[in-house]
């Protein structure tokens, strides 16, 4: 079992900024690849070895990152920076593992967080 907390969401003007948090614990092994999913997209994704990828329609704006705490804790971070309404939508982190590591769908992340709100005004 692999158990993912969320956090961070809010809202935002239109350019600004926010970080969304996901705290992972449990057997991360075999579930070793994390991506933000909004709307069944996953938009940013990132493996243990800190290879990350995108989605166009983030690319440029976000930046996703990990963060590894000795009590067998990984965090794993969504920078959201330049903001435009259509990031509005709530955001779940969620992990994978081989084959599906490098997946864009959603379908093939096998557990998730419970989801948190962005909402981005204009």
């Known amino acids: 079992q692999v158990h993912l907390v969320d956090s961070g969401g809010g809202s935002v003007e239109a350019g600004g900024s926010l970080r969304l948090s996901c705290v992972i614990s449990?057997?991360?092994?075999?579930?070793?690849?994390v991506g933000w999913i909004r709307e069944g997209v996953v938009v940013a994704g990132i493996d243990t070895g800190g290879k990350t990828w995108y989605a166009d329609s983030v690319k440029g704006r976000f930046t996703i990152s990990q963060f590894s705490q000795d009590n067998a804790k990984n965090t794993v971070y969504l920078h959201m920076n330049v903001t435009k309404p259509e990031d509005s939508a709530m955001y779940y982190c969620a992990a994978t593992g081989p084959p599906h590591c490098y997946s864009r769908r959603a379908i093939d992340f096998d557990y998730w967080g419970q989801g948190t709100q962005v909402t981005v005004s204009s």
């Open positions: 449990g057997e991360t092994v075999r579930h070793n690849c």
